[in-house]
T-cell receptor, first 110, second 113 residues
């Protein structure tokens, strides 16, 4: 089976840095995706990791450790518009399916 | 512009009625997916299709049906057998290759009373 765990809620201050963690257990592994979802809207793709290490994209970075079944999403220079849910999703071996975590609701406060 | 469209955005039905949610994509993607999202829950896979005329059940297929007669279209029918149909329904598609992300449509919020 597949299991994805991430914190339910987090709060951070505008301008700060926040790290959202995700642990996963999958039958085989073909990559880890992060999505952003604003309330009532569709998820939008943020990042994909399949190899260990850090991938940086502007203010957002994502890290993966395959041996630990662990990933995090790092958001720098937080802005109010970053208030959203962040979904971690893992792709299993030989599969085009994604298993999603329940999402982390991030609230950015002034 | 390429993308995925879902219609309508809001849908209201009486209990006991079947309802069909549309999903169309012009991204030339082979794979398409239907998810359901409830408050405080992640996305749960209902059905998916990797090629035309073929589809597989996801984790929560009971009470739902789909068809894939055209590459561009993957409609979802919520039947009266679905015990708790009120939810936010998201359709997605993806291109070939493991590294390709899924693109999501804007979603349909279904309310059944």
């Amino acid at each position: 089976g597949q299991n994805i765990d991430q914190p339910t809620e987090m709060t951070a201050t505008e301008g700060a840095i926040v790290q959202i963690n995700c642990t996963y257990q999958t039958s085989g592994f073909n990559g880890l995706f992060w999505y952003q979802q604003h309330a009532g809207e569709a998820p939008t793709f943020l990042s994909y990791n399949v190899l260990d290490g850090l991938e940086e994209k502007g203010r957002f970075s994502s890290f993966l450790s395959r041996s630990k079944g662990y990933s995090y999403l790092l958001l720098k220079e937080l802005q109010m518009k970053d208030s959203a849910s962040y979904l971690c999703a893992a792709s299993g071996a030989g599969s085009y399916q994604l298993t999603f975590g329940k999402g982390t609701k991030l609230s950015v406060i002034p | 512009d390429g993308g995925i469209t879902q219609s309508p955005k809001y849908l209201f039905r009486k209990e006991g009625q079947n309802v069909t949610l549309s999903c169309e994509q012009n991204l030339n993607h082979d794979a398409m997916y239907w998810y359901r999202q409830d408050p405080g829950q992640g996305l749960r896979l209902i059905y998916y299709s990797q090629i035309v005329n073929d589809f597989q059940k996801g984790d929560i297929a009971e009470g739902y049906s789909v068809s894939r007669e055209k590459k561009e279209s993957f409609p979802l029918t919520v039947t009266s057998a679905q015990k708790n149909p009120t939810a936010f329904y998201l359709c997605a598609s993806r291109g070939q290759g493991i590294a390709y992300e899924q693109y999501f449509g804007p979603g349909t919020r279904l309310t059944v009373t």
